[in-house]
């Protein structure tokens, strides 16, 4: 069915369709109207789920983490602060190997508040075993959710898998939304060893040095394990449903010169701003990474690459430009842009192509060289 | 009045902790899990109890045990517990934490789970410190008490737990005390035949915090309710019963100096801090006699 959605209904919607058993959550901007979605299918019976409206984004990972342990489907959604506050839980959620599915609302951190996007607040949960993928789109933004669960409930995978979606660029803006009825893609839940008094075990009993080096490994390979499942999953979900995602969208980038690459709906700007070039006779082209983590495969080769990132590693530099220089040995030019909802259109992306100077990094609208 | 002999020979606490000599949790631990019985789990934050189940892959307790973050107990409950109850299992959820898992870092999940009527018991087993890292101060330390991070003597009254809790107006809450195995049984029986929340909570002895020779834990936690600074109650639906040792206390209680002068970290209390103490016994039991009177 086609409808008008924001990106914020849309991940309702689609974990409406996963039917979790448990929802715990916590309200905070722009992420709220996620959960009150949620909590309004639960509270007009078309969703039998047990929402559980915990006092604090701390809470709502660990009654997931509870609920899970025995054996549930959980989701919750958080942004910002909230995602900072439930740091020391998400931690948690990966190293006990459970699936939660969270919608992050990205998002600034304070100081000063700010509220608008911002991507420093997935990018601090980047080492603690989360998958972390970015959509650009309302209808990404649905599909995504739906191969969540299935992504994180496979047995070759048994990791937490965060959503990223831009704040108010792409949670609250109104766009077209194909629905579907899932049918059979999300199978039911199976995890392994759930807690029963019937066989008396301790979960996250403390572990000595060697063994709590085979779980941090076990945890790695699940991670590169979960590259062909996330494949398969999307592979599947363009045969039943007819849309195509792949760990990393690329646009024009197959004979370009010059390769822009962002998160997010940076990434999808980027794509006009390549028409623009194009027309220019520049040989630009696009990567937009969908997943962060595990990272993807990419075929930067011999390219001239422009990396926008919205967030920063102070002392070190842009996270997603240092990720790829080191992972791909090759120079960018590191563009910080964005960050605390600072606007960037098309014509920005443009310009930073046109003007990049490779090896450096730029901070749109604070230096003056660009 | 429970007899020894209702008490189930199992033993849920096995032979292999790494508990201290005559630690008082473990003693207390016991009895808590013999009341609860075998369809039962455990959610348990950081603290002594977590410490002396052993390491993975084995463990000392033969129930299922959640381990999880200092802060995070009540809410993975709370999680656990919905969870359970919407697929129709009756399984009781004992959350066991201790007095710097409840009274301070976990006090807001502790309120929120029972805010939300979770279906669970909540044990706070107390040493009045944290025990497990080496008896730092914690919300619970007396007044007067040395601890680690308190080697002068903590100058703030212990927090009062049991009136926070009571403000959530649980169905059921007890004090216990690990020298008073029949009480402590049979008030966990009690409280896990209710449902919502319930919170019993239990004086453990420490012998290397509170600094006594180990073999006097049941001595001490009887001096500690015998003098009153310690009260055994239970307070159902709003009703508040005080328990017969207790009672007896109330009567003719031990001198606290009797209490105190055992303990290494009441050692060169001063007299003003004793006085007070005192009047704190004699108001709490003025108010407990009151409340229990009705008036």
């Known amino acids: ?370 | 009045m429970v007899v020894i002999a209702e008490i189930p020979s199992t033993e849920y606490v096995l032979n292999c902790t790494s508990a201290c000599a005559g630690c008082g949790d473990s003693l207390a631990l016991r009895y808590v899990l013999k009341a609860a019985g075998p369809d039962t789990i455990l959610v348990m934050p950081a603290g002594c109890t977590a410490a002396f189940q052993g390491v993975y892959p084995k463990t000392a307790y033969a129930l299922p045990v959640v381990n999880i973050a200092f802060a995070a107990a009540a809410a993975s409950a709370s999680g656990l517990s919905t969870f359970l109850r919407a697929k129709g299992k009756k399984t009781k959820v004992v959350v066991y934490a201790g007095d710097g898992a409840t009274l301070d870092i976990g006090l807001s999940a502790v309120s929120g789970a029972f805010e939300r009527r979770t279906d669970f018991l909540y044990v706070c087993y107390d040493n009045e410190a944290y025990g497990n890292t080496g008896m730092q101060r914690s919300g619970a330390t007396p007044i007067g008490a040395k601890t680690t991070t308190t080697p002068a003597g903590k100058p703030e009254i212990k927090k009062d737990i049991d009136t926070i809790i009571a403000a959530h107006e649980p169905p059921y809450q007890a004090t216990a005390c690990a020298a008073y195995p029949q009480d402590l049984f049979r008030k966990v029986q009690k409280a896990l035949t209710f449902e919502g929340p319930t919170f019993v909570h239990i004086l453990t002895p420490c012998p290397p915090g509170w600094r006594y020779s180990a073999e006097k834990t049941v001595e001490l936690g009887k001096l500690a309710v015998k003098s009153g600074i310690w009260a055994l109650y239970e307070r159902e639906n709003g009703k508040l019963v005080i328990s017969a040792p207790t009672k007896a206390a109330m009567k003719k209680p031990v001198p606290l100096e009797e209490y105190l002068a055992p303990q290494g970290r009441f050692k060169g209390i001063d007299s003003a801090t004793v006085a007070l103490l005192k009047g704190r016994i004699a108001e709490n039991f003025r108010r407990l006699a009151a409340e229990e009177a009705g008036s």
């Open chain 1, 1 to 370: 069915m086609r409808k008008i959605s924001t990106g914020n209904k849309a991940v309702a919607e689609a974990v409406a369709l996963a039917r979790p058993d448990v929802v715990a959550a916590y309200p905070i901007t722009p992420q709220s109207d996620i959960v009150e979605t949620i909590a309004e299918f639960v509270a007009a019976g078309k969703l039998d789920t047990k929402y559980i409206p915990v006092e604090s984004e701390h809470s709502s990972m660990a009654a997931c983490i509870g609920a899970g342990i025995a054996g549930a489907r959980t989701f919750t959604a958080t942004s910002s602060h909230g995602l900072t506050y439930m740091h020391e839980m998400t931690n948690w959620a990966a190293g006990a190997r459970l699936p939660v599915v969270m919608a992050n609302v990205n998002r600034s951190l304070a100081p000063g508040w700010n509220i608008w996007v911002e991507h420093s607040d997935a990018i601090q949960e980047r080492d603690t075993g989360w998958l972390q993928i970015w959509v650009s789109t309302v209808q990404e933004a649905y599909d995504t959710t739906l191969m969540a669960f299935r992504i994180a409930e496979h047995n070759d995978v048994l990791l937490p898998v965060m959503i990223n979606l831009d704040g108010f660029t792409l949670s609250h803006i109104m766009q077209p939304l194909d629905t579907v009825e899932p049918g059979d893609f999300i199978p039911p839940i199976h995890l392994p060893d759930p807690v029963d008094p019937a066989h008396p075990a301790g979960y996250g009993t403390i572990a000595g040095p060697a063994d709590q080096f085979r779980f941090r490994y076990k945890m790695e390979q699940a991670m590169q394990d979960a590259k062909a499942v996330i494949a398969e999953t999307e592979q599947d979900f363009a045969r039943r449903f007819g849309r195509t995602y792949s760990a990393a969208e690329e646009y024009r980038a197959g004979d370009a010169d010059v390769v822009v690459v962002a998160l997010g709906t940076l990434g999808k700007e980027a794509e006009v701003a390549v028409d623009i070039l194009r027309d220019e006779g520049i040989k630009a082209g696009s990567v937009r990474p969908r997943w962060f983590r595990p990272f993807p495969d990419l075929d930067l080769a011999g390219k001239e690459l422009v990396v926008i990132d919205r967030d920063y590693s102070f002392g070190f530099g842009g996270v997603l430009a240092h990720e790829i220089r080191s992972k791909y040995l090759t120079k960018v030019f590191s563009v910080i842009a964005g960050l605390g909802g600072q606007e960037v259109t098309y014509d920005d992306i443009a310009e930073f192509v046109r003007k990049r100077r490779i090896g450096e990094e730029f901070w749109f609208g604070v230096s003056d060289h660009v």
